[in-house]
């Protein structure tokens, strides 16, 4: 219970902070860290799991978070958070320090529009009504919560949990099922510096775009394979590399798109007055939705077949293309 409370918080502050420390040209590259660190975190716990007792594997992890607490206690605040509670001065020396000047007077042009701009946001109610009362909070809303569910339905919380028990049994060549999750988690942690580098320069949407299409093409060869070995009399043994190729495509496709482009778009939507009520909002989405993800993920195997997780996941990625090339709006430098 705990875990997954602090972890609620984490996921929906992060967005917010990193929105609101960086300058729009850079906005992008540095909400990737997210994806990065989450994935840095997941193979942490790949390598480490299985060579400890669950005791010892609960005392490390538990470790990290203190840890943090500690370097992290010295950050400055957000400038929009202090501007928000007319602490202008405070404001400027927590930009300064962010942006790497020794005087504030270095950041009074920038410390002014942006004071100016939290002045006439926070002019506005802060609400979960008004996140629906506008035509461009409600478009805002539903492209937030819409890459939240993709995100989920597209089948990285299935991956994070079950990959190992998933795989078939002879893994990959020399790879058992658990190298082959430790070697899926690197590939997840180095394709993410591939959106770090071009998420400002080619923009949000074409990198949305091919990593869905990336996503649904690895997720439809996956499902094919396990149709045919569960459902069919097609010998595909010599083929059980298979699976764990396509898990790799996805998981370099999602690493360039779905995974950071999604959460990097929930700090740059929403105006000030109601970006913190948003991103609790899509915070809950994402658990719930990974939730329900898992639990059908075993139900689905065993009562139809696992192909057919593979399916749902591969159809997602496809509504997404569909989705973002229609109705997503291109955030970069703004």
Not at 12 to 33: D, K, N, V
Not at 84 to 107: H, I, P, Q, Y
Not at 162 to 167: F, G, P
């Amino acid at each position: 219970f705990f875990p997954g409370l602090w972890s609620g918080t984490v996921s929906t502050i992060t967005p917010m902070y990193l929105a609101e420390i960086s300058q729009p040209e850079i906005r992008g590259a540095l909400s990737t860290f997210t994806q990065l660190m989450t994935n840095v975190g997941v193979v942490f716990e790949y390598v480490i799991g299985p060579k400890v007792s669950y005791k010892n594997l609960a005392i490390i992890s538990g470790a990290i978070p203190v840890i943090f607490i500690m370097t992290f206690w010295y950050m400055p605040e957000s400038p929009y958070w202090q501007l928000m509670k007319n602490r202008k001065d405070t404001a400027a020396k927590s930009l300064a320090w962010f942006r790497g000047f020794a005087n504030e007077e270095d950041v009074k042009e920038e410390i002014e529009v942006m004071a100016l701009a939290v002045q006439k946001e926070m002019e506005n109610r802060r609400s979960v009504r008004v996140l629906v009362e506008t035509k461009g909070n409600r478009k805002a809303l539903l492209i937030v919560e819409m890459l939240a569910i993709i995100q989920r339905m597209s089948g990285i919380s299935a991956l994070m949990a079950y990959t190992s028990t998933t795989l078939p049994e002879q893994g990959a060549g020399k790879l058992t099922p658990n190298d082959c999750v430790i070697v899926m988690g690197a590939v997840w942690v180095v394709c993410v510096f591939i959106a770090t580098i071009f998420v400002d320069t080619i923009g949000r949407k074409p990198l949305l775009i091919l990593s869905s299409i990336g996503c649904s093409l690895a997720m439809l060869l996956a499902a094919i394979w396990f149709l045919l070995n569960d459902k069919t009399n097609v010998d595909v043994s010599n083929y059980y590399w298979l699976p764990f190729a396509a898990f790799l495509v996805y998981g370099l496709c999602f690493s360039i798109g779905l995974g950071p482009i999604a959460t990097t778009m929930q700090g740059e939507l929403f105006p000030t007055n109601i970006k913190a009520t948003a991103s609790g909002i899509t915070s809950v989405n994402l658990a719930l939705t990974s939730f329900i993800m898992n639990k059908i993920y075993h139900t689905i195997a065993f009562n139809i077949g696992m192909y057919l997780n593979y399916l749902i996941f591969s159809i997602t990625c496809l509504i997404s293309v569909v989705f973002v090339t229609i109705y997503v709006i291109e955030t970069k430098g703004r």
